[in-house]
Nanobody, 117 residues
Framework: VQLVESGGGSTQTGGSLVLACTASTRPKCMGWFRQGTNNKREGVASIENDGSTSYADSVKGRFTISKDNAKNTLILQMNSLKPEDTAMYYC???????????????WGQGTQVTVSS
């Protein structure tokens, strides 16, 4: 599975950004992870083919994950962004329902999100 990410960039506190990830196949589960200055990769949100979603507590109510199954494209709408959301964001995919577990098999190259105060 190849994953190609787009979107990201820079914004100020309270701003919005959208990330997209197009997969070469239709995995059973896809998710977004991020790695900030602490160098720890954490799960942000995931979605399964049946539409079930999972979110990290830190982004609930601010981020929305969705998937266009016809285009095999994963979307992450990020609203009310905070400086602590600054990180490299990675798209991930797997044929197991891993939710926010980190051992996804397939990973994108990452896209930077920077939120300034």
């Amino acid at each position: 599975v190849q994953l190609v990410e787009s979107g990201g960039g820079s914004t100020q506190t309270g701003g919005s950004l959208v990330l997209a990830c197009t997969a070469s196949t239709r995995p059973k589960c896809m998710g977004w992870f991020r790695q900030g200055t602490n160098n720890k990769r954490e799960g942000v949100a995931s979605i399964e083919n049946d539409g079930s979603t999972s979110y990290a507590d830190s982004v609930k109510g601010r981020f929305t994950i969705s998937k266009d199954n016809a285009k095999n494209t994963l979307i992450l709408q990020m609203n009310s962004l905070k400086p602590e959301d600054t990180a490299m964001y990675y798209c991930a995919a797997d044929d197991f329902k891993l939710q926010l577990a980190r051992h996804y098999k397939y990973w994108g190259q990452g896209t930077q999100v920077t939120v300034s105060s």
